[in-house]
């Protein structure tokens, strides 16, 4: 459903078809579905520049996926942990962002995705990088 509304970029109807999707999977009990939402509803928050939403729904997907082994493409999540590193890298968290990238760069490792294993180490980098121009 949210799919559809995000490639139009229509941002409200974004928001309201991933609102449906979760109150959908609240109501059928369906954790991917549930995961789905949370994911779609992270990013109409990462949007509209309310950072602690999108973190917060963030961790509820990963949670979801993580915890409960999901059936869920690999890809997606690692893509969520980009995003809540990101998050978390632009809010001061360097540790935090530090920890979730090398959790990001071990799932790149393990879908043996060379794109994505660089793109794990370029922002590792560019933490290190920052975090070394602060203590000078």
């Given at each position: 459903m949210?799919?559809?509304a995000e490639a139009s970029d229509d941002i409200i109807t974004f928001y309201r078809m991933a609102k449906r999707q979760l109150k959908l999977a609240i109501d059928t009990?369906?954790?991917?579905l549930k995961s789905e939402a949370?994911?779609?509803?992270?990013k109409f928050y990462e949007r509209t520049n309310q950072r602690s939403n999108a973190k917060r729904l963030l961790e509820l997907y990963?949670?979801?996926t993580e915890n409960l082994e999901i059936n869920h493409q690999?890809?997606?999540?690692?893509?969520?942990l980009s995003r809540l590193g990101k998050i978390e890298f632009e809010s001061g968290n360097w540790?935090?962002?530090i920890?979730?990238?090398q959790k990001r760069l071990n799932l790149?490792?393990?879908i043996k995705n060379i794109e994505m294993e660089a793109n794990a180490h370029a922002d590792l980098i560019s933490i290190y990088r920052k975090m070394a121009n602060m203590v000078r």
């Open positions: 949210c799919r559809a009990n369906n954790n991917l949370f994911f779609s509803l992270s990963l949670e979801i690999p890809e997606q999540q690692i893509l969520a540790e935090i962002a920890s979730i990238t790149t490792k393990n």
